[in-house]
DNA sequence: TAATTATAGATATTATGAGTCTATAATAAC
DNA sequence: GTTATTATAGACTCATAATATCTATAATTA
């Protein structure tokens, strides 16, 4: 019952990249990773699902590195939650009870409130 | 990010007594495996963490089984949940990150509204 | 004493998270 | 164009936890 430590790599680079997007430059995976204590190529697999989903921009070569796309202000703590883990289930829906499970129903009402929470907060809080 | 089938199996079992408990009959675990589809000695196992916190009362030899103790009636969705699979934990908070932290902070409070809300629906609505 | 029920321990299986290593592609500096 | 720098992708390993099963034992009633 927690997210994944991917999931916190992943927030925690963003809350960096947020903090240097003043200066302008892109930050490579070295120096995100010497920050998070991390290697760098596994983080490099952790970025590339935001990458994918355009929340961070990737540039190779020299001067290279990761940076944030225009609107970035808008992505959510959850955004990157579901790029890196997936859509957040409490319950296995594939399990025994459908719609009519007042445990499922419960449980569902529980979560989508957390998930709404999440929607709410965003990475520029994180600075 | 979801909670253990133990939990599942936990809560139908409970709601299950609830829905017999006025019959005040005792119910045997075989009874409960066949409504959960699930091995007999497997969800005996599983009970058994609700016996140790008192949430379910074990009585052993012929009709015995398993029934609610008085004041079942305030036991919570979250009770449940922690005494199958402990407190849950949106993050490890033994990473890097303490309370200064503002990914930390902002997942424990959305955590927190999570417990809040379990702890808020009782086995009692289940029914 | 025998039947019925729960409990406990050892073990097996499987899935997933977490991470490494190596090769490849892209781009800028020279 | 060559080289250095950067990201990407795939195969693979390792550890851990969930999810059980099986067997033996303890408790209690008929």
Redesign the interface.
Known sequence: ?????GT?YA??AM?YLASQQEKGGKIPVQELADK??VSSTYLSKILARLVKMKYIIATSGAKGGYSLPAGWEDIS?YNVIVAI?GE?????DS???GDEC??QR??M??ET??IE??KN?RIV???
Chains 1, 2 share one sequence.
Not at 1 to 5: I, L
Not at 88 to 92: A, K, R
């Open positions: 019952m927690k997210f994944s430590r916190d927030l925690h809350a998070l204590a703590v883990d957040p289930t409490l319950f296995e399990f025994n009870h007042k445990i419960l449980m009402e529980v409130d957390m929470a999440l907060r809080e994180l600075i």
